[in-house]
């Protein structure tokens, strides 16, 4: 059964410092991985994705990540964080490359970040 | 395009109630999904369709859950009996699933928030 691992429960950093997030994943092949953010009762906002391909992947709002297959790792980074930052952030992992879809994803317990001033 | 929507965006019920819940995917998207985040948690995976087939259940989703999407475009979740335990966050996200390889815009709603007294 696939897993995503999400170590850090909590992680505090200043303002303008940079930022990782670490993320492992447990799975048969090449997953789908994804990494996605949650303010504070809202949903969901996809960051960014990983398919197939280059395996340094950029997102939105100046994140991205890296897929390394020897350490089954998809870890996000920020070079400097804003304090709009702050929020909670989920890795994700679903289907394969292989079979041509994500379907269900399946999520890690999250990371909250807190940054400071 | 405005994105997912689900309706409504907070539920309060008394224990023993039927609950509805209605997600509207992305116009586009054939594929729509539902999930559930209790606090403190990721997101976990309920059940599927891809169309108005229903392609996955997990074993989350008990006879008390019913899901369906008749013509293919929005779909509901009703929970029967309501139980404290049911207390959560209910996503909804869609996604296109082509002929070719790959799965895309996999994009979450606000969510609806259930609480059962």
């Not at chain 1, 670490?22 to 990983?50: D, E």
């Not at chain 2, 002929?99 to 606000?110: C, D, L, P, V």
Request: glycine share 10%.
């Amino acid at each position: 059964a696939q897993s995503v691992t999400q170590p850090d429960i909590h992680i505090t950093v200043s303002e303008g410092a940079s930022l990782e997030l670490r993320c492992n994943y447990s799975y048969g092949a090449t997953p789908y991985l994804f990494w996605y953010v949650q303010s504070p009762g809202q949903g969901l906002q996809l960051l960014l994705k990983y398919f197939s391909g280059d395996t340094l992947v950029q997102g939105i709002k100046g994140f991205e990540a890296e897929f390394k297959r020897s350490q089954s790792s998809f870890n996000l980074r920020k070079p400097s964080v804003h304090w709009s930052d702050a929020a909670e952030y989920f890795c994700a992992v679903g289907g394969t490359y292989n079979t041509g879809t994500a379907s269900k994803l399946t999520f890690g317990t999250g990371t909250r970040l807190q940054v400071t001033l | 395009d405005t994105g997912v929507s689900q309706d409504p965006r907070h539920k309060i019920t008394k224990r023993g109630q039927n609950v509805t819940f209605r997600c509207d995917p992305i116009s586009e998207h054939n594929r729509l999904y539902w999930y559930r985040q209790t606090l403190g948690q990721g997101p976990e995976f309920l059940t599927y369709f891809q169309n108005e087939a229903q392609l996955e259940k997990s074993r989350l989703l008990s006879d008390r859950f019913s899901a369906e999407r008749p013509k293919g475009s929005f779909s509901t979740l009703e929970i029967q009996r309501t139980e404290q335990g049911d207390s959560a966050m209910y996503l909804c996200a869609s996604s296109y699933r082509g002929s070719g390889i790959g799965n895309y815009g996999y994009t979450f709603g606000s969510g609806t928030r259930l609480t059962v007294v």
